[in-house]
């Protein structure tokens, strides 16, 4: 069995008591005078030594080294004995607490009570005179005081190293809330620059076609016209999203344009508009149907999700809906506002592609706004009541507005 290597603080700690006990006995300073022992001279020397010995292992072997330290202590009674010997003992009770297992660390303490209890009843017993308490008092001083105090920087150095945990997993936790912070912004600046962009560009995609596939002037124009005016709406948006990002970087919220508000549901009037000129060549006829007369204001992030799933679902219209119309529908209770946007859906033979290039983005990011307001999100082909083949996104948008995350 290989012994274990002594801390380097240990080994300075017994060369001091061997050196320091060699002194004491060097200068003839016991604790006893020599009649009174039955072990006289050099023999005081050998508990010294197998004290120093334990205060090897107080540190790796701290309950071996206890056990040690007794052995030595009690030999020691039978000698001169060595203040030296006495107080390094006190070191290896006081390093068995600290150091020891935790059932050590309640045990000795009990252990050292109970020894101090039982030596002064034992001497008061024997000697019969009230100077027999100096002797418990003196155990005390040498068992129990030590171990008490191991109890209570053993608790402290706990306390800390409990306190040096949290501290670390709150660092850690911060960490991951910052980290999950970061995705969920990038999200949400994904989805907005997604709605905002994505039908103006749409558009000029239509209309750029339709002007190099006709030879028109006429149309070609107007096709450009409208390709300009999407390209300059579109610009805004950005603009917009920008300045909310500075705002929310520290600017000065006085110095916010007033463009930089977020739209609401009294602007769908003017995207109706704009999809109907965009889609009339499609032969897309655009129709409104709002069922929120007398209803309160809505929340915010209610207001902004509705909108944009009502904006990117013209979008996809625009882009694939058959000839025929495209209804919006706004209902509206007292627990939520639900949006119904319908549009011919009758292209199954694959014949005709889309009037522009889609990603599918735009359904990830309708399900995404209602899921963080605890919704519910719909969408694909169904049946019309005329038994034709409609494409439905219906959105449950709930008005608990503790709920949204936007």
């Given amino acids: 069995m290989r012994l274990p290597r002594p801390h380097r603080h240990d080994v300075l700690i017994a060369l001091t008591g061997l050196v320091g006990g060699l002194v004491f006995w060097a200068l003839g300073l016991h604790m006893a005078p020599v009649d009174e022992r039955p072990l006289k001279g050099a023999w005081v020397l050998l508990p010294l030594a197998v004290m120093a010995g334990a205060e090897l292992f107080r540190r790796t072997w701290p309950q071996t080294a206890l056990v040690t330290g007794a052995a030595a202590i009690v030999a020691d009674q039978f000698t001169q004995s060595n203040l030296v010997t006495i107080v390094m003992f006190t070191d290896v009770i006081y390093a068995a607490v600290l150091y020891g297992t935790p059932a050590a ?3 000795i303490p009990v252990s050292c009570g109970l020894i101090t209890v039982a030596v002064t009843i034992g001497f008061l017993a024997w000697f019969r005179t009230p100077e027999a308490l100096v002797i418990g008092v003196v155990t005390g001083l040498v068992s129990l005081a030590p171990a008490l105090t191991g109890v209570a920087v053993r608790d402290h150095r706990d306390a800390a190293e409990a306190a040096r945990l949290r501290a670390e997993q709150t660092k850690l936790l911060a960490e991951i809330d910052r980290t999950q912070a970061v995705v969920a912004e990038r999200a949400r600046m994904a989805r907005e620059l997604h709605d905002m962009v994505a039908n103006h560009l749409s558009a000029i995609a239509i209309h750029s076609t339709a002007a190099l596939s006709i030879g028109d002037p006429g149309t070609s124009h107007e096709a450009l016209s409208v390709i300009r005016e999407n390209s300059v709406e579109g610009l805004a948006e950005m603009r917009r999203l920008i300045g909310l990002l500075r705002d929310s970087g520290g600017t000065d919220p006085a110095a916010a344009s007033p463009a930089a508000a977020a739209p609401s549901l009294t602007a769908v009037d003017a995207l109706i508009e704009q999809a109907e000129a965009h889609g009339a060549p499609a032969g897309l006829r655009f129709a409104l149907h709002d069922a929120r007369d007398g209803q ?3 929340p915010a992030p209610v207001e902004l999700a509705a909108y944009r799933i009502v904006q990117e679902s013209l979008t996809n219209a625009l882009k694939h809906a058959s000839p025929g119309e495209v209804t919006v529908t706004l209902t509206q209770d007292a627990r939520s506002l639900t949006v119904l946007v319908t549009s011919p859906y009758e292209r199954d033979d694959g014949a ?3 009037r522009a290039p889609g990603s599918g983005a735009g359904l990830v990011g ?12 719909d969408s694909g082909p169904t049946t019309a009541a005329d038994g034709g083949k409609i494409w439905q996104v219906r959105a449950e948008l ?3 507005e503790g709920k949204s995350v936007l």
């Fill in 366 to 377: 309708m399900r995404e706004r209602t899921t963080l307001l605890a919704g519910r999100f």
């Fill in 105 to 107: 660390a309640r045990r």
């Fill in 296 to 298: 309160g204001p809505l």
């Fill in 352 to 354: 005709n592609g889309p």
């Fill in 398 to 400: 709930p008005m608990d």
